[in-house]
């Protein structure tokens, strides 16, 4: 299995780099759109609806959502509008998880709710990473930039907690996570977004700014992870899918990102840089 996720991971990284770094926006966003409907598939199944023919439907109209917002993305009041009311649903979100009990029923009130979520997530998340990418000054390094970040926070999580875990994070929804590895994934994300800041030429409260903007898409990108060990701990299921060999689904791979790049995106639009 160890094996197995290297090489996923070898092929995989480097694909990403070049589709971030070498494609135009535009089909750029059209990458980012299969995405998010790979994504929106298999929430689906974590809602969950019952039979082919209602994912299919969901799916379909999360296409016809994103084709839309493509039409109107130039729009900066809906850009905001949608970036802010992202940050709503990720507090609604973070509230949820510490009440892990809410939305464990499959009526169709607890259903609706969880796939007006979805659309939520998909849209902003999407938004998010083709505005950073339209953006004028090295757009596509601002979305290479957030995903490094993203890693470099697993990466000092996991670590963290490994080494120094202890005190459960949120022990109803994913045992695993501690509290160490929020303070590691916190440590190593300054540590980057620091010295990114430097290079990049921020000073003062410019620099400052960045690197609080840095630590919250830290912070809520941790509240992904958990909101999706929240719902696969509800079905009793390990992963989201199967897509990605060692690696489980893509939701598996992206729902950090899900919390990360509306909350990134939106802070720097907030503080102008």
Known sequence: MLKLRILSALLLVPLVVLAVLRLDTANFALVATII???????????????????????????????????????????????????????????????????????????????LILGYGLFISTWLALVVLHSRPDQGPVWVLYLLVLVWVADSGAYFAGRTWGRAKLAPKVSPGKTWAGVYGALAASALFAFGFALYTGFRGTDLAGFVLICMLTVMFSIVGDLLESLLKRQQGIKDSGNLIPGHGGILDRIDSLLAAAPLFALGMRWMNL
């Not at 809602?47 to 994103?66: E, M």
């Not at 993305?73 to 973070?94: N, S």
Request: aromatic share 12%.
């Open 36 to 114: 998010m409907l790979l994504a929106a598939w298999e929430w689906g199944a974590l809602v969950p609806l019952n039979g082919r023919p209602a994912r299919i439907a969901y799916l379909l109209s999360v296409t016809v959502a994103l084709m839309l917002l493509w039409m109107v993305a130039q729009r900066e009041w809906l850009v905001d509008l949608t970036l802010g009311m992202a940050l709503l649903w990720w507090l609604f979100t973070l509230l949820w998880i510490t009440r892990p009990d809410w939305g464990r029923g499959t009526d169709g009130t607890h259903v609706l709710a969880k």
